[in-house]
């Protein structure tokens, strides 16, 4: 069963670390992680980014439809956590997931602390083999990350993840996602 917990200052903000345990059934969370091992044998990146591990580009995995399912159940809980906080409830949003890629962290690699800037930032954690730590500045707080859990949070919410110990892979996955206003038809504006 999933479990939710939450990392926040304030109880009404959207300024928040959500995060989902136990995120998927074991048989999807093996398909991502088969795929995401597939995808993750090159470093496309070439440790540019504030991800010095193998990465795939910014939009790969966008490309793979087994990966549909986890960004769709991702926008729906995305959906009740924004709409529970929100000042004006009802109004109709539209996300969508823009930018989602695949890591693999071996020993010794490492994120950097960074920002996404995108409305909402998303990581999901498919394999980790050992105790793992991603650190949320801003909150003055350091999270072990448990296997199978998702991460949703404000896109300015600074985040990285300590060095990988093992010498079996981490495999991680984020994402962005932007929210659309979606305008309605008013019968006056004929």
């Not at 597939?38 to 087994?66: C, F, G, I, P, Q």
């Not at 996404?116 to 650190?135: K, Q």
Request: aromatic share 12%; net charge positive; with cysteine.
């Amino acid at each position: 069963m999933r479990k939710l917990r939450l990392i926040q200052y304030n109880s009404t903000s959207h300024y928040a670390v959500y995060i989902v345990d136990n995120f998927l059934k074991e048989d999807y969370r093996k398909k991502v992680l088969d795929k995401l091992k597939e995808l993750t044998k090159v470093d496309v990146m070439r440790k540019s980014t504030n991800v010095h591990a193998t990465m795939t580009h910014y939009t790969e995995l966008l490309k793979h439809d087994v990966f549909k399912d986890m960004f769709l159940q991702t926008i729906e809980l995305l959906q009740m956590f924004f709409t529970l906080r929100a000042s004006a409830p009802n109004a109709p949003y539209e996300y969508v997931i823009d930018e989602a890629w695949g890591m693999k962290h071996e020993k010794g690699d490492k994120t950097l602390t960074h920002i996404h800037g995108d409305f909402f930032s998303c990581a999901y954690y498919p394999r980790v083999p050992g105790e793992t730590i991603i650190g949320f500045p801003d909150f003055d707080r350091n999270e072990k990350i448990l296997e199978n859990s998702l991460y949703i949070f404000h896109g300015l919410t600074k985040h990285g993840v300590a060095k990988q110990l093992y010498d079996e892979p981490r495999y991680s996955i984020a994402f962005n996602i932007a929210q659309n206003n979606l305008k309605i038809a008013n019968n006056n504006d004929k």
